[in-house]
């Protein structure tokens, strides 16, 4: 082959060649135009921004999301850097993230940053960076995706602040609330629940529920979980014994609701609750002060009525019987009065603890109010048992004791029910307990009386009395007799007492014992008494028109006169009106009555002496008062009371006091009055030791006004002549 024709062979197959290298790169080149627009294509239709930048920051590529996101055209995004579109502190961490990618050739997969876009108006971003290289491995640049986080930011902000503001509520109420998986294991608990409990809340999370409260409230909390379980529904209300860390138990109150995953189905249980320690004391301490006496501790009226109920069920379902027993201290009110309400409160703390040290440990006892106590014996085989328990107790309030460093003895009377003979209902039960007390009074003090139908009709002739009473001065049944006092050395009337005499048309004759306390208790002493004060004054200045010598009159005057405030308005009318001499009117007060308030019966008999009139203390040797208290009072006569007077010459003890209070008159240069002179004896022993004057049976009896005027005629004194 020719030379030539190799060359031109050689030649034809390099065209060839070329050709079909040109053939096959413009088909690449057509490839890569095609995949370089579809993934443009790609770049330009997605909604986050696409960027690449050179190492200085600078734009040399993005997509048109990249400049919605900036706010700027792509002819203005071209070369622009990012700290056009950053503040300074942003740009700052911006590089330091950019030198970070660059230095390690880690890609920073989510960044947050803060944009200015074009129009001034802040947004939030979030970009990934990552190196971009060239062939040869060596960077030229950063690449990313970012998108706008802006709403995104302000709903992790919005429910970042709601978290915060409903946990700083949680922690800073006082209410505890925790939050358990269905094992019962917390899983929340807030600062309050850490409080109550004692435990920090590390010591909490994870623990069981079961080991904050008590052992035995673990079936009802359990039971009550398994109902919000299985109905889906919340419990309110409830009330548990709670067990803190150290060992000490509480109470609390919570409401429980079932805690739901997004689906419904419940994984526990969240519930709020409070400590209610204090408020469970307070109630308690309320319902006590509700059921027992606060100065005594003993239960109170409500409390005993619900006891006397149930051993009335009792009794009945077993047919047994048992007794009521009311008690009501003697002459209670006259130690309180003389020595204080202290003193009155430390005797009742006195015989309560010796009413309890007194009876069984089955038997119960409550104070009804003031110096009135009640005791309720059950199981009783007859009354015999019960006059045992009674004697027990009338012995044991009897023993002295010491209040305000004075020594003093105290007695009681107690009334007896019996149940079911004597009644059978508590209100019945008690009412006729108390009648049998009122008759142990009558019958004395210092006794027990059970009930019986007699005490019954006593009490309706107590009502009786008291409804006839009140009609008595206007139907003129009321009356004066008027018993002597005679001077043992001349045997000469000196002066007389008016007695208060009552003659009902359907009643009878109604003795002073019966009605003088029921015009006590009802107040209606007050007009009775102003009527025996005027009577009597007006009846003795009638004996002195009749021509007799005038008298000295004694009236005796009631606790409830001396406290009214008419008192001395009405003593000065009636003398007025009567127009007697006020030295002729001897007014008669008790002992018990005068120390009853020191005080104000000094300011009271202060004003009745400025009248002119004349005091007795009635009764005397029966009350507290000492010969230093009654230089006080100014009176003019001690009256021996007629209990010392009885069994002179016989009683040594008597003789005895009967001696010493005459002696303390004489020292007082008062004159004094024997009560209640019936014998010769008795008349001798007391004109032997210097007593002034008698008053008795031995020389009259009180009489009517006409008799008594004989009676004056007789013993009309002579001048210079003894008896």
Known sequence: MRIIDLFTDAFAGKKRINTNLERIVAERTKQLGQSEEKYRNILENINDGYYEVDLSGNFTFFNDSMCVLLGYSREEMIGMNNRQYTDKENAKKLFQTFNEVYRTGEAAKAFDWQITRKDNTKRSIE????????????????????????????????????????????????DAYFEVDVAGNYTFVNDSCCRHLGYSRDELIGTTFR????????????????????????????????????????????????LQNQKGEIIGFRGVGRDVTERKRMEDEIKYQGTHDALTGLSNRLMF???????????????????????????????????????????????????????????????????????????????????????????????????????????????????????????????????????AKEEGKNNFQFYSEDIQSKSLEHLSIETNLRFALERNELSLHYQAKVDFRTNAITGVEALLRWQNPHLGFVTPTQFIPVAEETGLIVPIGNWVLRTACNQNVAWQQQGLPP????????????????????????????????????????????????????????????????LAIDDFGTGYSSLAQIKHFHVDTLKVDRSFIRNI???????????????????????????????????????NHSCDEMQGYYFSKPIAPEQFADLLREHVPVPGKAA
């Open 211 to 258: 080991g904050s409260i008590v052992k035995e409230e673990f079936e009802k909390i359990y039971k009550v979980f398994g109902n919000i379980y299985i109905t889906g529904k919340p419990e309110r209300n409830i009330f548990y014994q709670l067990l803190r860390k150290d060992g000490t138990t509480g109470f609390a109150e919570m409401t429980a609701f079932p």
């Open 649 to 687: 010459p016989q009683d040594a003890e008597d003789k005895a006091i009967t001696k010493a209070i005459i002696s303390m008159g004489k020292t007082l240069s008062l004159t004094v009055v024997a009560e209640g002179v019936e014998t010769l004896d008795q008349l001798n022993f007391l004109k």
């Open 305 to 439: 009525g619900q006891i006397l109920n149930h051993a009335i069920q009792s009794a009945k379902r077993f047919t047994r019987q048992f007794a009521v027993l009311f008690i009501d201290l003697d002459r209670f009110k006259t130690i309180n009065d003389t020595l204080g309400h202290e003193a009155g409160d430390q005797l009742l703390l006195e015989i309560s603890v010796r009413l309890k040290q007194t009876l069984r440990a089955t038997d119960f006892i409550a104070r009804l109010g003031g110096d009135e106590f009640i005791i309720l014996i059950e199981e009783v085989d007859d009354a015999s048992h019960v006059a045992t328990v009674a004697h027990k107790i009338l012995n044991s309030v009897l023993k002295p004791m010491t209040i305000i460093e004075q020594e003093c003895r105290i007695t009681a009377s107690i009334g007896i029910c019996m149940y079911p003979n004597d009644a059978q209902d508590e209100q019945s039960l008690m009412k006729n307990a108390d009648l049998a007390m009122y008759m």
């Open 127 to 174: 970009a990934s960076i990552s190196l971009q290289k060239n062939s040869t491995g060596k960077p030229i640049g950063f690449r990313g995706i970012t998108r706008d986080a802006t709403e995104r930011k302000l709903a992790e902000e919005t429910i970042r602040r709601s978290e915060e503001r409903y946990r700083t509520i949680l922690d800073e109420m006082e």
């Open 551 to 614: 008298v000295c009159i004694a009236v005796n005057l009631s606790v409830r006169q001396l406290t009214d405030d008419n008192l001395i308005d009405d003593i000065s009318k009636a003398l007025q009106d009567s127009g007697m001499e006020p030295h002729l009117l001897e007014l008669e007060i008790t002992e018990s009555m005068m120390m009853r308030n020191p005080d104000r019966m000094i300011a009271v008999l202060a004003k009745i002496k400025s009248l002119g009139v004349r």
